[in-house]
């Protein structure tokens, strides 16, 4: 399957799977992703809005992502 960001195909593609990924998190619950340690966390009763902690190693694309799925993102406080 293409994930390529930078095509229409893989943008719709990764969209489709971070939504499938997010759905099954509960508000206020985290999700970290284990290539780069960045964690996301559902801002609790904000449902597609999430902040977001750089892990071990930055990863641009899941904020890029994320935004294209029509998540506010805020950096991590």
């Given at each position: 399957m293409n994930?390529?960001?930078d095509t229409t195909e893989g943008m719709?593609?990764?969209v489709q799977w971070n939504n499938k990924q997010?759905?099954?998190v509960a508000d206020?619950?985290?999700w970290i992703v284990p290539r780069s340690g960045?964690?996301?966390r559902i801002v609790d009763g904000m449902r597609k809005v999430a902040s977001i902690r750089?892990?071990?190693t930055p990863d641009p694309s899941?904020?890029?992502v994320m935004?294209?799925?029509?998540?506010t993102v805020q950096d991590a406080k």
């Open positions: 994930y390529d960001l719709t593609n990764a997010l759905a099954r206020g619950g985290i960045l964690i996301v750089e892990g071990h899941v904020r890029r935004v294209a799925a029509g998540w």
